[in-house]
């Protein structure tokens, strides 16, 4: 649905020239959702802006739903660009423009009926669930309420692609929740397919089929969420997955738990969650096991969990424990300091 090939994008001034882009290759499958998560800088605007050509890549190729955006001419990019809804973080609402406006104004510009218009507004306002906010002016609306209308405005041009650009950064928490829930939703029910760029991985693990970690321009990994997460990665990776599991455990207490037994973190995916494998190996091997963090999240369609534990017992009782647990499909790694 989306494929960037070998693209590059470089910002010349006459001081320097800023390398945006570095080759960056993906393909984002119709109907799913795609993240993109990296820190400030290492590229996402640009890769976000170079798919609807907000952004001129300099080198590569854009395809979008089988037009090969680069290169098209104006009238034909404008025509492209109806198929690619885009939400932002600052949301750009026009300020003295009702909800109903707002929506309604760049439908019309696209030469839409005026009768098409308003079924369409009333619609897609129902869909995000503001229909009682037509006649409000965003100045009147909440964060989360100006972003629905956002979202309420890309969809109504009824486009394959929804492109997301931070929309949930400026959000408190909760509002971040109900957003990405409505995110999921019109995935679901409308078959958009959704490219997001974020720099929280708590986006990525609630609504993310697949994602690409972005670093000075480049990918750095990409994969599914799954995978990414289950597997050994980068460590600009491991630190986004990190910022959802804060461990917080003074380095005195591993010290000295250390010298009587291993202090060991478990992360385990989907079936080995629910299996109650400490008090198994406890049982088993006579070991005592010391619970000293430990989170379950629910990724978009398993969860996954992570475990600080400490071990005693014997050094064969706990080594067995360990090689009990690793052959149960856990994934364990020692803390040491
Ligand atoms: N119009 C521009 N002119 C010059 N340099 C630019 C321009 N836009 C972006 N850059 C540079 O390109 C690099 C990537 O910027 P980009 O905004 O794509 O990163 P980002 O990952 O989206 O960061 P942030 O999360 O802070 O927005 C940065 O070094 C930035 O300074």
């Known amino acids: 649905m989306i494929e960037l090939k070998k693209v590059s994008k470089t910002f010349a001034s006459k001081k320097s020239n800023v390398k945006a882009l570095d080759d960056v290759s993906l393909h984002?499958?119709?109907g799913e959702i795609y993240g993109v998560i990296g820190y400030s800088g290492a590229g996402k605007s640009t890769l976000i802006r170079c798919v609807n050509m907000l952004e001129k890549p300099s080198e590569g190729e854009i395809v979008v739903n089988g037009i090969t955006m680069t290169g098209l001419p104006t009238n034909k990019l404008r025509e492209a660009r109806q198929n690619i809804?885009?939400?932002?973080?600052?949301?750009?609402?026009?300020?003295?423009?009702?909800v109903y406006e707002n929506i309604a104004i760049p439908l019309k510009l696209t030469g839409i009926a005026k009768t098409e218009i308003d079924e369409r507004v009333k619609k897609y306002l129902a869909v995000v669930g503001l229909e009682e906010k037509a006649d409000s002016y965003p100045g009147q609306l909440s964060g989360g309420q100006k972003q629905r209308v956002a979202i309420a405005r890309a969809l109504s041009h009824e486009p394959d692609v929804l492109l997301s650009d931070e929309a949930t950064s400026a959000l408190d928490p909760e509002t971040t929740e109900?957003?990405?829930s409505l995110l999921?939703?019109?995935n679901k029910e409308f078959g958009i397919t959704i490219l997001l760029i974020t720099h929280e991985m708590h986006v990525v693990q609630k609504i993310c089929d697949r994602v690409a970690v972005m670093e000075n321009g480049r990918v750095i990994e990409e994969g599914k969420v799954?995978?990414?997460f289950s597997k050994k990665t980068s460590e600009t990776t491991k630190k986004f997955i990190n910022s959802l599991f804060p461990e917080d455990i003074p380095e005195e207490v591993i010290s000295s738990l250390s010298e009587q037994g291993p202090v060991i973190r478990l992360s385990f995916v989907g079936d080995s969650t629910g299996k109650p494998a400490l008090a198994e190996v406890a049982k088993k091997y006579d070991v005592y096991t010391n619970i000293l963090s430990g989170n379950i999240v629910q990724l978009k369609n398993e969860p996954y969990g992570r475990m600080v534990i400490h071990l005693q017992g014997t050094n064969d009782q706990t080594e067995a424990a360990i090689a009990y647990l690793e052959a149960e499909g856990v994934h364990i790694e020692r803390v040491k300091l």
């Open 178 to 180: 109900s957003i990405l």
């Open 184 to 186: 999921l939703k019109i």
């Open 85 to 98: 809804g885009i939400i932002f973080q600052g949301f750009n609402l026009l300020k003295t423009a009702t």
């Open 226 to 228: 799954i995978d990414i």
């Open 28 to 30: 984002v499958k119709k």
